[in-house]
Each structure stands twice: as structure tokens, then as C-alpha cells.
């Protein structure tokens, strides 16, 4: 059976969160009216009915209607509306 990455055997050893040692996004999703994304790289494109954020691997879709951007910081996204999915692409490499 293969090792775990070093990075994941740290957060485990100093028993730290693993989104923060390993660089992930923490998403939040309350009922299908709120998703919360923290530790996020950007939008990358918006429209009423579909949400891209970049993340340090690939990209989180959000899919509704009525999408808006209610907040938005330098680590923490708030999507406000009718959601229908969340999706996770992760890039190649």
C-alpha cells in the first residue's frame, strides 16, 4: 500500500486541520440556498445561473438560478440563491 503524501502525514502528526496544511478549499453548503467557500483563488466567472471559482488544484462550479456574490474576501466567497450542484474539476498534472 502507498505512503500518504508527506503534507497529509504532517497535518496528522501536528494534528492540524488538512485544508490549511494542504492548501485545500473548505466548502460550506446550507441546504440549496447558501454555499460558503473559503481559501478560494478567485472568480473566474459569473452569471445568474453559474458560479466558477479557482481553487489551488482546479475549479469549483456552482449551478442555480438566481446566483448572486452576496460576500466576498480575500479567502472566503459567500454564493447566495437557488442551488442545483456543486462541482468539483480538478486540473490535470
Known amino acids: 500500500m502507498p505512503k500518504p503524501p ?13 485544508d490549511v496544511v494542504l492548501n485545500l478549499p473548505r466548502i460550506s453548503v446550507v441546504g440549496d440556498l447558501q454555499v ?3 481559501n478560494h483563488r478567485g472568480v473566474k466567472e459569473y452569471t445568474p445561473e453559474r458560479v466558477i471559482i ?23 466567497i459567500t454564493i447566495t440563491g437557488r442551488l442545483d450542484g456543486v462541482q468539483l474539476l480538478r486540473s490535470q498534472g
Not at 497529509?8 to 486541520?17: N, Q
Not at 489551488?56 to 474576501?73: A, D, K, Q, T
Open 6 to 18: 508527506l503534507r497529509s502525514r504532517l497535518a496528522e502528526l501536528l494534528d492540524m486541520p488538512r
Open 36 to 38: 460558503l467557500v473559503q
Open 54 to 76: 479557482g481553487m489551488e488544484s482546479g475549479l469549483i462550479v456552482i449551478s442555480g438560478r438566481e446566483l448572486v456574490i452576496s460576500n466576498i474576501h480575500v479567502e472566503e
